[in-house]
């Protein structure tokens, strides 16, 4: 099949919003976004042997790259509206994987009321750049920045299933037959908190996905709050079957150390935390520390002991 037929596989269903004038099929997208909104765009490349297994089934792949991108939008807030994807896959890729990614892919556009409107397609190594655009309210969003002394600190939904995961489905590691597809969708069907996100923007201070780990992601917002943080370990939601696995310590470390788990960490200001708790999130979220004025990011065990997180979280270029 030539690349034009491999589009309309990609593109087999188009979407339907109102705010799109001009989609896939020409040389630029034409959209008309909301009257007094500001745009959010995020970008990210998932690359077959680095942020995920390259043997994996393409509607998983196609799902992962899409959630990931729009965790983005969560953590600021957002609400994404429409996506662009530059896929690059080995010249011998079967028509049925293409379908297969394509049903991926539009299953989570369908879920969020998006609409891919362009992109472009190549041959080589398989990798997978998507662009989100959303929009934001004028004056407000969730940034790395806000964060002040004495504000709460709060985690969505569990982490560190992500980072178990990715040691089961390289042969790192066995886990018990009860955990393995409970771990495989934490790894290739993270829940972006977009909904989440947009509730977050009348109470946080400061928000992240946790995408490179809570250590290397909550240290983002310190650096840019300029402020320090006390995090106590027997707080932090720990993934189901972590703890079955690894055992207490070793699961505290992975999930504070583990990246991919795509929850948000945010922070509230003290006066507002407990209203924002009655207030119902649109999703589970667990106070686990506090922002403090020591530059200093500090995970304290059950005992006062400082835990030793040098090594954390995911670094891209090593």
């Known amino acids: 099949m030539n690349e034009f037929d491999l589009i309309d596989i990609l593109t087999l269903k188009p979407g339907s919003r109102l705010d799109v004038e001009l989609g896939v099929g020409d040389d630029a997208a034409i959209v008309t976004p909301p009257e007094s909104s500001r745009l959010a765009m995020a970008t ?11 043997d994996a089934p393409a509607y998983d792949i196609a799902y992962r790259s899409l959630a990931v991108n729009l965790s983005d939008m ?9 996506v662009t994807m530059s896929l690059t896959a080995p010249k011998k890729t079967s028509v049925k994987w293409f379908r297969e990614f394509s049903n991926g892919f539009r299953s989570l556009l369908q879920k969020h009321d998006l609409q891919l409107v362009g992109g472009d397609l190549c041959h080589g190594s398989l990798s997978i750049t998507i662009q989100v655009i959303g929009f934001l309210p004028k004056n407000i969003a969730l940034l790395r920045s806000g964060a002040k ?7 969505s939904g569990d982490i560190g299933g992500a980072a178990l995961a990715l040691k089961m489905l390289s042969g790192q590691m066995e886990v018990s037959e009860n955990y393995k597809q409970i771990l495989y969708n934490r790894f290739y069907y993270p829940e972006p908190q977009v909904e989440l ?10 928000a992240i996905d946790i995408s490179d780990g809570l250590a290397a992601d909550l240290g983002h917002i310190l650096k840019k709050s300029g402020v320090g943080a006390e995090v ?32 948000v960490c945010f922070t509230v200001p003290k006066e507002l935390s407990s209203e924002m708790v009655r207030s119902d999130p649109p999703c589970p979220v667990v106070e686990i520390g506090e922002i403090t004025s020591s530059n200093m990011l500090k995970f304290i065990d059950i005992d006062g002991n400082i835990l030793d997180i040098s090594s954390a979280g995911y670094h891209h270029f090593n």
Do not use: R
């Open 44 to 54: 990210d490349t998932l690359v077959a042997g680095i942020h995920f297994f390259s």
């Open 197 to 206: 996100g947009k509730f977050l923007l009348g109470y946080a201070s400061s």
């Open 149 to 155: 002394v004495g504000d709460k600190i709060f985690v």
């Open 74 to 82: 969560a953590a600021m807030g957002a609400t994404p509206a429409w």
């Open 232 to 263: 106590y370990t027997n707080k932090l939601p720990i993934c189901k079957g972590l703890k079955a696995e690894l055992g207490t310590n070793e699961a505290c470390l992975l999930a504070i150390s583990g990246g991919d788990d795509y929850q």
